[in-house]
């Protein structure tokens, strides 16, 4: 017997729903628990998202569905498939076996999916799409869960969150909108535009990580303050990154300026009030010297001195003629914060150019000069911050090494 169309709906959205609450009313999460059953959550809404698009062109099922739909696909049915696959594994067992814990869902959804006729219609090669809806959304998922409620592998969760990030404030606004079908010439335009305010973005989300050893997330939070790098320029660089972005996107469709207005309203507003309040409990002095210092949404021009920018030294070789004339250009932009000193005085007998930061930043090559143009100013900062994204240091310094700027033996000057 075949169930009504809104109450297979009704039962897709409300089940999980109902699971996740007994779970978090049984076992009370604490915020590395709550930060694992949002990340799992909207890892699985995005993929999912992406899956039954893919789905609905190649025919492994179809949806026959009216109202509440997302590029064709119901949202209930996907927003509750994200919670059973997210949230719900999260909090009921966090400290399962990764295989078991993803063994039960998939096992649901291969068992209900044919019974969820006549909203769901399956297509001969279904399974198909299960499995790439397993593989791609469900086990990651639970991968990144884990990681987060034990908080290891830092680089990996800073990375799901970046993507995850780009694939809902930016790909899906963009995809649901239509902005893609604009004119090539718009678009390259555009897309140049954009990347002025994603490097800031990214940029503060690996200083998060690498200074402040945490993730956006309110509830995966850095463990220091962080003042340094974008922070040093503005004290919002996340939310002003993406209220930038959705202005520049504006001019393509209006409903971008809508978002911008949005974003920088829940920044000022409840965001601020929210971690300002977290902040202020965690660090007190610290971070009241540092919000009198660092404007909310205008960056500036210059990095703020500590407790803004920390300082820091550029160890350059005196006997080398190329690097004491990037030294010498270091000191004519008068950089804030930030010394130029003879790599011969350094106790380890440096190789390359090497900088130090008195927060425990360390760098060489390509790197240590990108964090030194951070401290000139935000032109230039954007240029450094560009060179820190991963491959593009890694590229550029294989170039300098392959024109013999690569690691030398200086003398030493120490006593």
Do not use: K
């Not at 990154?241 to 829940?266: E, I, N, Q, R």
């Amino acid at each position: 017997m075949r169930l009504d169309a809104g109450i297979i709906r009704a039962v897709a959205l409300m089940g999980p729903v109902a699971v996740l609450l007994v779970a978090a009313r049984v076992r009370r999460p604490g915020e590395s628990r709550v930060a694992a059953a949002i990340l799992a959550t909207a890892w699985n809404l995005l993929v999912l998202a992406v899956v039954n698009v893919v789905a609905l062109r190649a025919g492994w099922w179809t949806f026959h569905a009216e109202g509440g739909l997302l590029a064709g696909v119901p949202a209930d049915l996907l927003l509750g498939w994200a919670v059973l696959w997210g949230a719900c594994p999260a909090l009921a067992a966090p400290r399962a076996p990764v295989p078991l814990t993803a063994a039960l869902p998939a096992w649901l959804d291969l068992a209900l999916m044919p019974r969820a006729e006549p909203v769901v219609v399956l297509g001969s090669h279904w399974w198909a799409g299960e499995a790439a809806a397993i593989a791609f959304a469900l086990v990651p998922g639970l991968l990144l869960a884990r990681w987060t409620e034990e908080r290891r592998l830092l680089p990996a969760r800073a990375a799901f969150q970046v993507v995850l990030a780009g694939g809902l404030g930016l790909v899906a606004p963009v995809a649901l909108t239509g902005v893609w079908r604009q004119p090539g010439w718009m678009l390259a335009l555009a897309a140049q535009a954009l990347a002025a305010p994603m490097v800031f973005g990214l940029a503060a989300v690996r200083e998060f990580a690498v200074v402040g050893r945490g993730t956006p997330l309110p509830y995966d939070a850095p463990v220091r303050l962080v003042t340094g790098g974008p922070y040093a320029y503005v004290r919002n660089p996340m939310q002003v990154a993406m209220t930038a972005g959705y202005l520049l996107l504006a001019p393509l469709d209006p409903a971008f300026l809508a978002a911008a207005a949005v974003t920088f309203a829940y920044g000022a507003g409840l965001a601020a009030w929210h971690e300002g309040e977290q902040l202020e409990r965690r660090f007190g002095g610290a971070w009241h010297d540092y919000r009198r210092r660092v404007r909310p949404w205008l960056p500036r021009l210059r990095p703020a001195m500590s407790p803004g920018m920390p300082p820091a030294s550029l160890y350059v070789a005196a006997t080398c003629g190329q690097c004491r004339q990037v030294g010498a250009w270091m000191v004519r932009h008068a950089p804030v914060a930030l010394q130029v000193v003879p790599a011969e005085s350094h106790p380890c007998g440096l190789r390359r150019i090497t900088y130090e930061r008195e927060d425990g930043v360390r760098t060489q090559g390509v790197a240590a000069v990108a964090h030194a143009l951070t401290h000139i100013h935000l032109g230039w900062a954007l240029a450094g911050w560009l060179l820190l994204l991963p491959g593009i240091g890694s590229f550029a310094q294989l170039c300098l090494d392959a024109l013999g700027a690569g690691p030398r033996t200086y003398p030493t000057t120490r006593a």
